[in-house]
């Protein structure tokens, strides 16, 4: 997985859009836990912002949403629809707070919308991802990748990468903290986002695909968003 990514041009500009912060999907409206994390004085400066955010990088996602995005971008590849509704209706089980379920099920189902208006994909490749009810986030994203034809290495680092800025957006407003505590943040990060990356393709090639994000206290911090007082994000 160390060789070198290589886009033509306009793969380059379909992945930047499909990953741009500007996509009118909503993700910039949820801190998955992170404003709960912060009400709770778990998360308060720079240090423990980007010590939350690579935790739920590396445990969380690391061991589940990175290697099911791997495991849906190649059924979507084979035309396995089987796989594809068996790894989305792992991920809509697996959201243990009622805000992140509503969250992965607003976003995928506003970028689905957005790629039919758009057509960013074959008719045929749309209504396999209409059949699911509901589709999830990462199910739409890594289809609409594999549909612009490039390489799931580069939509995956993408995706991540995506995330990874969101989260740092959400702290610099909750802590608050400044944009160069931001971007520190970020340069941090790069390394274990691309070994993240790294070793989910591992974990995709394995069989059976082996997913779990078992992370109890995460779930708990999470819930309690629901019934926070005063909240900036919806999750």
């Known amino acids: 997985m160390n060789t070198p990514m290589k886009l033509p041009p306009e793969q380059l ?21 992170l404003e709960s994390a912060i009400e709770l004085g778990l998360v308060h400066n720079e240090r423990t912002a980007g010590q939350w955010i690579a935790d739920q990088l590396e445990h969380v ?20 629809e089987s796989t594809i509704h068996q790894l989305n209706d792992w991920f809509m089980a697996s959201r243990e707070t009622q805000e992140m379920r509503q969250e992965t099920q607003q976003m995928g189902w506003s970028l689905l919308q957005l790629a039919e208006s758009l057509e960013w994909c074959s008719p045929q490749s749309l209504d396999s991802m209409k ?6 986030f990462p199910c739409v994203h890594a289809g609409l990748i594999e549909a ?8 995956l680092t993408a995706y ?17 903290l400044g944009q160069m505590s931001g971007q520190r943040m970020i340069e941090r990060l790069r390394e274990t986002l691309a070994r993240v990356g790294e070793l989910a393709h591992h974990r995709a090639a394995e069989v059976p695909l082996r997913l779990y994000n078992f992370a109890p206290q995460f779930a708990i911090v999470a819930a309690r968003h629901e019934t926070q007082y005063s909240r900036l994000f919806r999750s």
């Not at 500009?13 to 836990?33: F, R, V």
């Not at 996602?61 to 396995?80: H, I, K, R, T």
């Not at 059949?131 to 999830?136: G, I, N, Q, R, V």
């Not at 612009?148 to 939509?155: D, E, R, S």
């Open 61 to 80: 996602l690391g061991y589940g949403e990175a290697p099911l995005w791997v495991g849906l971008y190649n059924a979507f590849q084979n035309d396995d």
């Open 131 to 136: 059949k699911l009810d509901p589709a999830c």
């Open 148 to 155: 612009q034809g490039i390489g799931a290495q580069a939509g």
């Open 13 to 33: 500009a379909a992945l930047l859009q499909l990953t741009s912060p500007s996509l009118p999907i909503g993700g910039y409206s949820y801190s998955q836990g």
């Open 160 to 176: 991540l990468f995506s995330w990874l800025e969101n989260q740092v957006m959400a702290a610099m407003k909750s802590v608050p």
